[in-house]
């Protein structure tokens, strides 16, 4: 009886969730479309977000770029096949790795961050002192914020394609020979519309769900600087989370769409 | 002359914890009206409804002659232009430096040239009327409470407010640093000739600084008076309070 209770409590509890997350999504759009941006607020965070994290996204892709074609080569080689080395390095980074690995990094790092920022500008009440001066918190916090996530993670992505093919083109290079020409000729030849457009899109949304969730655990922080915290954890996991969804939902459409 | 705040029959409550039963109050121009209660007496919450951080029950708020629930969101804004609020935390910027804590507030209500011509002058008046101008260019983390406190006031005096609430003003300073708070709080009343509503339970700002107190006692106005008068008050729930 009290398992039973416990589940319908977590059930109510996650719905609610939804529910709300679903409500900041829908008060992001309604103050979105409202005049009188906050451009510089929005140019800042870009900065914020792109480009104090290009190091770590071009690290890691240079790193995943290379793990990759050292580890593709033995199968490759058996069966006599080490010349697509480019090609499928390539089409793994567009389509799946750097996407998703540089939606990872951003969940963790500017989820957690805009969770704690705006956490901790709650539980100081400096969100309601925004209020009081008759600036509207929401749009200058808020919409700024996931917008300048939404802009930059497929911006962020794409730079990680290009560093993870230079990882990429190392990589082939350790044991074998190609040169930096016809590495980047077999990379571009093997990838199509179909490649790019998709994981260009499904990065749009994984910036879009990154910066709302991200968002709406500082905004709605409780309990002083033990919610602050909470806000910060959670955000990355249900960004993360959230990602992989996405991605699933993602594949599934360009399968239905013919565009595998 | 028409009360700067107007208060009928407030309501509020959390669940079952009626925080303020049928509250009444009205502010006169140029007065200072104190708040004394219990810490959970409501003081808190009367205020942030007064600004509208908070929705009511029910009751009537007017305030410098607008009824507050009525005001859509542009106006309820230019409203708060008037108003100068300052924060029990402070709630300063911490990423911001004192010179763009101080002209935030300008960004909503003053035109990009308005701003460029007179901001800079803005900020340094507010910090002169502080007595804080050199630290115009410092984060709030290398402030003192006091001083952080000063720059709240500064903040909230930027748009020259008809009305100024404090919440807590003096809490959590040392007895010097809160005479010079509540001295700060008197000569910004005479500079500006603003109203204030002071939300406290430390006696002897609301000594220094009021004109009139009211006592919030399980959510109801349960008296009002001058200080001094009240202090002689026999009424034990009253006398609680001063002893």
């Known amino acids: 009886m009290g398992t039973v209770k416990l589940l319908k409590q977590i059930d109510n509890a996650f719905f609610r969730e939804v529910g709300e997350i679903a409500q900041f999504t829908a008060r992001f ?5 409202k005049p009188k941006q906050e451009w510089e607020e929005f140019v800042n965070q870009c900065f914020w977000v792109g480009y104090k994290t290009l190091t770590l996204v071009g690290i890691t892709a240079f790193i995943m770029g290379l793990v990759l074609t050292i580890q593709s080569r ?102 074998g020979h ?51 915290g909470q ?8 960004a993360s989370l959230v990602v992989f969804v996405l991605d699933l939902i993602a594949v599934q459409v360009t399968d239905l769409l013919g565009l595998t | 002359m028409e009360p700067v705040i107007q208060i009928k029959d407030l309501n509020k409550s959390f669940g079952d914890n009626h925080v303020l039963r049928n509250f009444n109050m009205a502010i006169n121009a140029g007065e200072n009206l104190a708040i004394l209660g219990k810490s959970g007496s409501g003081k808190s919450v009367l205020i942030k409804c007064i600004i509208s951080l908070m929705e009511v029950d029910s009751g009537e708020m007017i305030v410098l002659g607008k009824d507050i629930q009525l005001l859509n969101s542009d ?21 911001m430096t004192i010179r763009e804590n ?62 100024i609430m404090y919440d807590e003003p003096t ?26 509503l002071i939300i406290s339970h430390d006696l002897n700002c609301i000594k220094m600084t009021s004109n009139r107190v009211i006592m919030l006692i399980e959510g109801t106005r349960y008296a009002e008076d001058t200080y001094e008068n009240l202090r002689k008050s026999e009424d034990p729930k009253i006398k609680e309070f001063f002893d």
Request: a positive charge; charged letters at 20%.
């Open chain 1, 29 to 33: 759009f309604q103050t979105v479309t």
């Open chain 2, 171 to 196: 809490t959590g300073l040392d007895p010097i640093t809160s005479r010079e708070i509540s001295n700060l709080m008197l000569s910004v009343q005479k500079k500006y000739k603003s109203a204030a």
């Open chain 1, 74 to 175: 033995p199968t490759l080689v058996e069966f006599g096949a080490e010349s697509l080395l480019p090609s499928m390095v390539s089409v793994s980074l567009v389509r799946e790795i750097s996407p998703v690995i540089t939606a990872l990094i951003c969940a963790g790092k500017i989820g957690s961050g805009m969770g704690a920022e705006l956490g901790s500008m709650r539980v100081t009440e400096q969100i309601d002192a925004m209020e009081v001066s008759g600036t509207n918190p929401f749009k200058y916090l808020v919409v700024t914020r996931v917008l300048a996530s939404t802009v930059m993670v497929p911006i962020l992505s794409s730079v990680g394609i290009a560093i993870g093919l230079c990882g990429g083109y190392l990589g082939v290079n350790i044991r």
């Open chain 2, 75 to 95: 106006e309820l804004d230019s409203l708060r232009a008037e108003v100068g609020f300052l924060f029990q935390s402070n709630a300063l910027y911490d990423s």
């Open chain 1, 178 to 228: 190609i040169s930096w020409n016809l590495f980047w000729h077999q990379a571009f030849e093997a990838l199509s519309f179909g490649d790019l457009i998709p994981s260009l899109i499904k990065t749009f949304f994984f910036g879009f769900a990154i910066g709302i969730i991200g968002c709406y655990k500082g905004y709605n922080s409780k309990k002083g600087t033990e919610g602050v």
């Open chain 1, 231 to 238: 806000s910060a954890t959670t955000a990355v996991i249900v």
């Open chain 2, 102 to 163: 101080l002209e935030f507030p300008l960004r909503r209500h003053w035109s990009k040239e308005e701003r460029k011509k007179g901001a800079d002058a803005a900020v340094k008046e507010a910090l002169e009327d502080v007595g804080l101008s050199h630290t115009i260019d410092m984060m709030p983390a290398e402030l003192s409470g006091g001083m952080r406190k000063r720059i709240a006031l500064a903040r909230a005096l930027i748009l020259k407010p008809k009305v």
